[in-house]
């Protein structure tokens, strides 16, 4: 039986299980049991993400969980994530943008699989030669939120940032920043490595150090371009490596913040998709630069999209 | 006896060595037997940079290479770079800017050692709480140009590029951006690794896939945010690894000119100090942003530099 961490938790059932509903992401996997009306009647969440059951069986990984929540054998199954992509379980390829929310389902891809009814959704792309872009989990998170009337502009950090511009319920357009993988490739393999402290916590959205990087980043024309200056003000003695993570991540999140705000000179209202400690940083900066803010919790939009294309695929 | 690569070489000779001149950086080791014109008797060069130096020991180190090429005994010896650092053998602190480039010998740290009468220059450092910055190495070469006559603006690429203002013999102001260093660990340690062929050659000027980058970069107000473009194109097939890294360094080099370009409006002409691929990169993507380049060899900068400030010491 695979490891589970957190631990698993099975509810006392009211309901009968409508659909499992999965987040299959690169490094982590998550099952919740739903009953017809979107209530969690069990969920499972573990590391066998797409990189671990890409070697140990995707079948066996969902199996394992399925008998773990107690669901019915033949249980329909709805998947969203990297287990779509070429390198997953079966390929659910990209539905390019424009596209409508609400007709993704349709483009599932269905899995060839004794477990039943199993289908994964696709992710988007932006087949624009000048600006190729995709995605994949962000658009079932989006499906999730209750459709904005008119323009809307969102942000969803991660280890890659999406910004998507949706208009009643079509995304129009998105731009992926990888503001959290230069985060963790400049912090551990560059020279920067020396300006932060091994040991340190993550940045925290009320650090003085944090908030003055990110406001110097907001009104820099050329924020990467001071990149170095972590460096050097430690060489030189005017800071301590005990705050260079928290100057490296508000220096990354103002330059990506900046050059949003730059983008769309239309929007001063941003929809912020996120959970746990990075939803607190975005925030922050996101209000430095003026934004009005409507946070929404990443999990909860997942778990609601997943529905809500169940529903649309078995009414 | 330290191995050499490439190997070194010993002249015949017509005029005694005046001294002896080292360039001693973080991976590489030069030296060059001079004459008191500044002409090269002999050369050695090899691996034995600060990072082994500080293992293998830099006296032994240099007691070796002087042998080699045939040193009398007690010549005055000369360093530059990295030697001079608070890791390297003695350290040689910073001069702040602006500072002027003759006087930089009068400050060279004095290395205890039976070898003689052997110094370490100073590096340049902009104690700047707003904007720090450091350099060590580079401000040799620029001892090494015929001094411009009024406000002249340098490139000086390498793994840490530096962008220096210099008026009449002064270093004014400079700047550190770290390309080369974004180059390597974006291309080995981030996601967009998979976009570059494992086994390509680096890239060239001439490359069309080069040049159309940086002209994207140069025209694109957040260059850096259209990174994962890079990954995307070829998820989407619209490029091949084959053109990665020659993108990322359009790219790259591209963002740190447009840059410098806003940052510089009063300049249109860039003294280039670079040798070997890197300069012609450079080249490409400054006459690309409209500057009018200046080549300088970055070897024979060192070299001079390093004779200039000897015959200051010992006239």
Redo the contacts between chains.
């Keep these: 039986m695979p490891e589970t961490n957190p631990p698993s938790s099975v509810q006392p059932r009211s309901d009968p299980p409508f659909c499992g509903a999965v987040d299959w992401g690169t490094t982590r996997f998550r099952l919740w049991l739903l009953d017809r009306g979107g209530g969690v009647l069990a969920e499972a969440r573990g590391p066998e993400g797409m990189t671990r059951a890409a070697e140990t069986g995707f079948e066996a990984v969902l199996r394992g969980r399925l008998a773990e929540v107690g669901a019915p054998a033949g249980l329909p199954i709805l998947i969203c994530g990297m287990a779509g992509a070429?390198q997953g379980w079966v390929e659910a390829p990209?539905v390019a943008v424009p596209a409508g929310l609400t007709g993704l389902a349709d483009r599932a891809a269905r899995v060839d699989t004794a477990l039943g009814d199993v289908r994964i959704l696709p992710g988007l792309?932006?087949?624009d030669?000048a600006?190729?872009?995709?995605m994949r989990g962000e658009e079932t998170q989006l499906l999730g939120l209750d459709p904005a009337a008119g323009a809307a502009l969102l942000c969803m950090p991660g280890t890659?940032c999406k910004w998507v511009e949706t208009e009643d319920g079509t995304v129009l357009r998105f731009?992926?920043?990888?503001t959290g993988?230069?985060f963790d490739?400049?912090g551990?393999?560059?020279?920067l490595r020396h300006a932060l402290a091994p040991d340190a916590a993550g940045p925290d959205a009320d650090d003085p150090a944090f908030r003055a990087a990110a406001a110097r980043a907001l009104a820099d024309?050329?924020p990467?371009?001071?990149?170095?200056?972590l460096r050097?003000?430690r060489?030189?003695g005017?800071a301590e490596p005990a705050t260079g993570a928290a100057e490296l991540s508000g220096l990354l999140i103002g330059?990506?913040v900046a050059?949003a705000r730059?983008?769309h000179p239309g929007h001063d209202r941003v929809t912020l998709v996120a959970s746990g400690p990075i939803a607190g940083l975005y925030d922050a900066v996101l209000r430095a630069a003026g934004f009005t803010v409507i946070p929404v919790d990443a999990e909860a939009a997942t778990r609601r999209g997943l529905f809500a294309a169940a529903r649309h695929l078995w009414p």
Tied chains: 1, 2.
């Design positions: 070429r990209y792309c932006r087949a030669r600006a190729p872009d995709v890659h731009r992926t920043a990888m993988e230069l490739v400049l551990r393999h560059s020279v024309p050329d990467l371009g001071a990149l170095f200056a050097a003000a060489l030189l005017f330059a990506e050059a730059r983008r």
